[in-house]
C-alpha cells in the first residue's frame, strides 16, 4: 500500500481545520489576525509556515481527539496554541479542558498567551478569572472578571460572578458599588434581580456596618421585581425566599402562593408554606400543603414526616405516630422519624411499643443522646428503673462527648425523677439539686425535691419554700399543690394543709389522682373526721389499690 508524502497529510490536517472542524459544537477556525484569506496584503513564507504549523497541529489534535486520546488531542492544540495564540475560541477550549483536569497553572499560560496576542476579551478573562480562583488567587480573579466587565457590560452574569468573588474576599466597599451598577441596569430581568438581592444579603451577613443598607437595596430590588409581576415559579420562589429571609413574612407567602398557582405540581412552594406556617403555629394551614405534597409525591417522606410533627403539636399522639410510621416505610434510615415515634409512642402512654420502636432504631441509626434519653423514659414508665440509670448514664456519656450543653437541668431532673422512684433517695437528691443548681427556678425540680423530703420528714422547712417557689411559679399545678399541702401536713399543720389539697383535687376532677386523695384522708384522719377520711381512702383504693391505703382503712375507728 503506498505511503502519502508528508506534505499531502499536511494538505489534508489544513484542509480538515479549515473546513471548521470543532468539539463540543463550538467551530474553532483560524484566528483573522493570522488567516492569510482575510488579508489582500504580501504574505511572506513565515508566515505561511507559522499558519501551516498552528493548522497542522489543530490537525493532528483532532485525530488524536477520534482515536479518544483527550491528552495527545490537548498537546497537538496546544502546539497550535504556541503558532498561533491569538486563536481565542481554541485557546478557550484549550483551557477550559485543562481546568476539567484541575491544571489551573496550563489554562493562565494558555489564555495571558491569547490575550497579549489579541488584547482583552470578554470570554478570555472571563475564563482566566475562573483559573486563578482555581489557583487561589483572588486578586488576581478579580481582575480579570473587573476586565471581562469592561469590555462586555451588556454580560450580566458578570456582574454576580464579579460580586460572589468580593464578597468571599470581604472588599465591602467594592461588593456595594459593584451592586448598585448591577441593580441600576434597565436591561437586567427578573431572576438577575433576585440574585443581585441575594448577593445584597451576603454582604449583610458579612459586614455589619453596611447591614442596613445592603438591606434597604435588597428590599429595593424585590420590590421592583414584584412590580414587575413575573410568572416564572423558580423567580417567585426566589423571590419569596428573599423576602422571607428579610423577615418580610407576608409578602413571602403571597408569591409562594403564587408559585403554586403557576405551577401547582411543582412542591417546593408547597414545602416552604408548610415551614412557614409550622413556625408561625398555623398547623391547619401547614397540613393542608403538607397534605398537598403529599398526594403530588406519595413516595416522599418529607411531608409524611412534617405531618407527624403537626399531629404531635395538636397533641395528636396516636396519629402522630401513625405519620411517623409511614415516613419510616419510604425511609427506614430517617433518625428524626424513630426518635420522634418513640416519643409519640411515650407521649400517648404506651411505654412498652415506645421501647419497641427505640430498640428499631437502633439498627438503623447511629447511638444518640436522645435516643438514650427516650429509652431511659420508656423504661422508667414501666418500673425498669435500674435499666431505666443505665440507660440515662449512656445518654449522659454521649452528651460529654458530642454537646455538653444537653445535660441540662431538665435531663438532671428527670435522672433523678426516676431515681426516686426506683427508691434510691441518696442520689436522686444529688440530681435533683444539680438541676436546681443550673436553674433555681425550675418549678419541677423545686416541686419533686421538695416533696421527697416532706414524704420522708426531712429538711421540712427547705421543702416548705422550695414547694411554696414551684406554687407561685404555677400557681394552677395540680401536683404542685398536693405537694404543699403535704409538706405543710408534715410539718404537724393538717387544718391548714387541707385548703390545699382540696384544691388540688378540684382541679384534678375530670382525671382524679389516688395519691390526692389519699393525702386528704390522712389529714382528715388527723383531725379526727373519720368517716370523711375513710371516703376519701375508699376513693384512691378504687383508683389505685395500695397495701397502704388498705391498712389505713382496716385500722380506722369503726
Same mark, same amino acid.
Given at each position: ?115 497579549? %496576542? ?37 454580560? *450580566? ?41 441575594? *448577593? ?68 417546593? %412552594?408547597?414545602?416552604?408554606? %408548610? ?52 415516613? *419510616? ?82 435531663? *438532671? ?78 410539718? =404537724? ?27 386528704? =384522708? ?37
Amino acid at each position: 500500500m503506498p505511503r502519502f508524502p508528508s506534505r499531502i497529510l499536511l494538505a489534508v490536517a489544513v484542509g480538515a481545520a479549515l473546513a471548521g472542524c470543532g468539539t463540543s459544537g463550538r467551530k474553532i477556525v483560524p484566528s483573522p489576525a493570522t488567516d492569510p484569506t482575510k488579508s489582500t496584503a504580501v504574505v511572506s513564507d513565515a508566515e505561511i509556515d507559522r499558519v501551516a504549523k498552528a493548522h497542522a497541529a489543530f490537525g493532528a489534535g483532532i485525530i488524536r481527539q477520534m482515536h479518544e486520546d483527550s491528552e495527545g488531542m490537548l498537546k497537538f492544540w496546544t502546539q497550535s496554541l504556541r503558532a498561533d495564540p491569538g486563536n481565542l475560541e481554541l485557546a478557550v477550549e484549550v483551557a477550559r479542558r485543562r481546568l476539567t483536569r484541575k491544571d489551573p497553572a496550563a489554562a493562565i499560560e494558555v489564555l495571558l498567551a491569547a490575550r497579549k %496576542a489579541a488584547g482583552d476579551h470578554a470570554e478570555i478573562e472571563s475564563v482566566l478569572g475562573f483559573a486563578y480562583l482555581e489557583s487561589g488567587k483572588k486578586t488576581e480573579a478579580i481582575d480579570a472578571y473587573r476586565r471581562a466587565l469592561g469590555v462586555d457590560p451588556g454580560e *450580566l452574569s458578570l456582574y454576580s460572578t464579579l460580586a460572589h468573588v468580593l464578597v468571599e474576599s470581604d472588599r465591602v466597599d467594592e461588593t456595594m458599588a459593584l451592586l448598585k451598577q448591577a441593580g441600576e441596569r434597565r436591561d437586567a430581568g427578573a431572576g438577575f434581580l433576585v440574585e443581585v438581592a441575594e *448577593l445584597y444579603g451576603q454582604v449583610e451577613k458579612r459586614s455589619p456596618k453596611v447591614a442596613e443598607t445592603a438591606r434597604a437595596q435588597a428590599l429595593a430590588l424585590l420590590d421592583r421585581v414584584a412590580l414587575a409581576k413575573p410568572t416564572d415559579p423558580l423567580v417567585l420562589n426566589r423571590l419569596a425566599d428573599r423576602y422571607a429571609a428579610l423577615g418580610k413574612k407576608e409578602q413571602a407567602e403571597k408569591y409562594y402562593q403564587e408559585s403554586r398557582t403557576q405551577a401547582p405540581r411543582n412542591p417546593l %412552594a408547597a414545602a416552604r408554606l %408548610a415551614e412557614m406556617y409550622l413556625q408561625s403555629g398555623r398547623l391547619k394551614e401547614a397540613a393542608q400543603q403538607l397534605e398537598a405534597l403529599r398526594r403530588e409525591d406519595p413516595t416522599n417522606p418529607a411531608p409524611q414526616y412534617f405531618l407527624g410533627l403537626v399531629a404531635f403539636e395538636e397533641r395528636e399522639f396516636d396519629r402522630a405516630a401513625e405519620f411517623f410510621r409511614r415516613t *419510616l416505610l419510604l425511609d427506614s434510615n430517617h433518625e428524626a422519624a424513630h426518635l420522634d415515634l418513640v416519643a409519640s409512642l411515650l407521649s400517648d402512654g404506651k411505654a412498652a411499643e415506645a421501647l419497641e420502636a427505640a430498640q428499631k432504631a437502633r439498627a438503623k441509626i447511629k447511638p444518640s443522646f436522645r435516643l438514650e434519653f427516650l429509652t431511659a423514659l420508656a423504661h422508667g414508665r414501666l418500673k425498669e428503673y435500674e435499666v431505666a440509670f443505665e440507660s440515662f448514664q449512656a445518654a449522659e456519656k454521649i452528651a460529654k462527648e458530642t454537646d455538653p450543653k444537653l445535660i441540662d437541668n431538665r435531663f *438532671l431532673f428527670q435522672v433523678g425523677a426516676v431515681l426516686e422512684e426506683g427508691h434510691r433517695e441518696e442520689l436522686a437528691e444529688q440530681y435533683l439539686l444539680r438541676s436546681l443548681e443550673m436553674k433555681h427556678d425550675f418549678a419541677p425540680a423545686l416541686n419533686h425535691l421538695g416533696y421527697m423530703w416532706a414524704d420522708k420528714g426531712t429538711n421540712l422547712e427547705r421543702a416548705r419554700t422550695m414547694i411554696d417557689e414551684a406554687v407561685k411559679l404555677d400557681p394552677e399545678n395540680a401536683a404542685y399543690l398536693d405537694s404543699l399541702g403535704w409538706v405543710i401536713f408534715k410539718m =404537724g399543720k393538717p387544718a391548714e394543709a387541707l385548703p390545699w389539697l382540696e384544691k388540688a383535687a378540684k382541679l384534678l376532677e375530670k382525671e382524679p389522682d389516688a395519691t390526692v386523695f389519699e393525702h386528704i =384522708g390522712d389529714v382528715l384522719a388527723a383531725l379526727k373526721r373519720w368517716d370523711e377520711a375513710k371516703d376519701l381512702w375508699k376513693k384512691s383504693m378504687a383508683i389505685e389499690a395500695t397495701d397502704g391505703v388498705k391498712q389505713k382503712l382496716e385500722s380506722a375507728p369503726k
